[in-house]
């Protein structure tokens, strides 16, 4: 290893990096036409020894690492090959991929495709945590009438990792699961509403591991609580309007009430004095007299 980092110092080698993978993002990325004199660096960055490549490959997301992977071959096999780097990106993650016939050792052997292989593939199943443990727990959750917005979201996740290895039987299970959220979810959350959304579309994008009806399935169960949710609403303010009216009416009622009342009372004629009370005076001026 020393070796190959004979002639290699810190500052030149990050600048030339910088430019070779400035020049790989132009070329593949961008769609731009590369310039003459940036193109014999893109060629060069692959006469690095593997230990500095692996180095590289880090510096990437991994999704740019498969698409360069996919276009270039010397970039496969000393990037997307190489059994560090999926072991550094795993610790760069916090993902447990260890394995009994893994050990770091073997980590540092340069093309080694079969461990890179497996280290790829238990990368692959803990970043999208295709062993389903936490899909099973938000499903409790889900049974309570809770969690919808969670269970979309996990589920989206794996259904990014899915391959077809993994088997039509897990999509099928992702597929029920996310049909139960979707039939229960609030469709007045926005958040809710978008990972529901998302899920829709990454659904319909995977031709491979999710078939036509599946996503038929989906569809439909979001169009369904869609609907709910609208007639609910509709419902409510409808039941809103009314209460509102019959509010005015009973008042109004009870001012006109009132009012009759106040000018009944207004209108009544004086109570009379009594009889005796009138013949009082005169008999008892004639007594004096």
């Known amino acids: 290893m020393l070796a190959g980092l004979a002639g290699f110092s810190v500052q030149p080698f990050f600048g030339f990096v910088h430019e070779a993978f400035a020049t790989l993002f132009l070329i593949f990325w961008a769609g731009l036409e590369p310039k003459q004199e940036l193109v014999p660096a893109s060629a060069r960055v692959w006469t690095l020894p593997c230990e500095l490549l692996g180095l590289v490959g880090k510096l990437l997301p991994v999704r740019d690492i498969a698409a360069l992977s996919a276009v ?6 000393h990037v997307w090959d190489c059994p560090g780097l999926w072991h550094d990106l795993a610790v760069q993650h916090h993902l447990n ?23 790829r593939e238990a990368f692959r199943r803990a970043c999208f945590r295709l062993d389903g443990a936490r899909l099973q727990a938000l499903g409790a959750q889900l049974q309570r009438g809770s969690g919808q917005r969670a269970v979309l979201e996990e589920v989206t996740l794996m259904a990014r990792g899915l391959m077809l290895r993994d088997g039509h039987t897990l999509a099928e299970e992702l597929c ?9 979810h609030d469709a007045a959350c926005a958040l809710t509403t978008q990972a529901a959304e998302t899920l829709i579309e990454v659904a319909q ?5 999710f078939t036509d009806s599946m996503v038929e399935r989906l569809e439909q169960a979001c169009c369904s609580a869609q609907q ?3 007639l609910m609403v509709s419902s409510l303010q409808r039941h809103w309007a009314q209460s509102v009216q019959d ?12 009012e009759e009342e106040d000018d009944s009372g207004e209108l009544a004629e004086p109570v009379c004095p009594s009889d005796d009370g009138l013949l009082e005076e005169p008999q ?4 004096e007299n």
């Not at 270039?72 to 096999?77: D, E, F, G, S």
């Not at 029920?176 to 229960?184: G, K, Q, S, T, W």
């Open 72 to 77: 270039h071959n010397k970039a496969r096999v």
């Open 247 to 258: 509010l005015e009416e009973s008042f109004w009622s009870h001012a006109e009430l009132m």
């Open 228 to 230: 709910l949710h609208t």
């Open 284 to 287: 008892q001026l004639w007594k």
């Open 205 to 209: 994008a995977d031709v491979v591991m």
């Open 97 to 119: 991929i260890r394995h009994h016939q893994m050990s770091p050792p073997h980590f540092d052997i340069p093309c080694d495709f079969a461990l890179a292989g497996e280290l």
């Open 176 to 184: 029920a699961m996310a049909e139960r959220a979707l039939d229960d």
